[in-house]
């Protein structure tokens, strides 16, 4: 039995689902909207946000959710994501591609432990982590 990362976002689910595509060169995520729930009626506001969205990285699922108006979200530093693997230069390729537009908590670097480890906040809030490992 498995356990998946869920996360949550305030109204920017596609945005964060289409960026995560790009910078792990996935194939495209499963996404559906608030609108396209059998039965129910929602307003106009709630309608276009992602009720669930599912990613595929690495072949572990990641998923998604917009949180509703009303309930906001927050993200901290309680939880990160790891990406572990034995490829450095594409490791590194990703970890800059976060970075980018987000901010570097520890720079890529080999230490004591791995070949190549950093972290690194993306420009959503999302924390990860990366790992070498031979």
């Given amino acids: 039995m498995p356990i998946i990362a869920y996360l949550n976002f305030n109204g920017n689910t596609e945005e964060v689902i289409h960026f995560y595509e790009e910078v792990f060169g ?14 129910q009626q929602v307003d106009d506001e709630t309608a276009n946000r992602v009720l669930h969205g599912r990613l ?3 072949g572990t699922p990641l998923y998604f959710s917009d949180s509703m ?10 939880m990160t994501l790891a990406v572990v693997g034995d490829d450095a230069e594409l490791m590194k390729t990703q970890f800059d591609a976060l970075a980018k537009s987000g ?10 432990w791995s070949k190549a480890y950093g972290m690194v906040e993306d420009r959503f809030g999302v924390q ?5 490992e031979a």
């Fill in 69 to 78: 108006p009303h309930s906001p979200v927050s993200h901290g530093d309680g």
């Fill in 103 to 112: 901010k570097i908590i520890m720079p890529l670097q080999e230490t004591f």
């Fill in 26 to 39: 996935t194939e495209a995520a499963q996404i559906q909207y608030f609108k396209d729930m059998p039965g």
């Fill in 56 to 58: 595929e990285v690495y």
């Fill in 128 to 132: 990860w982590q990366f790992s070498h």
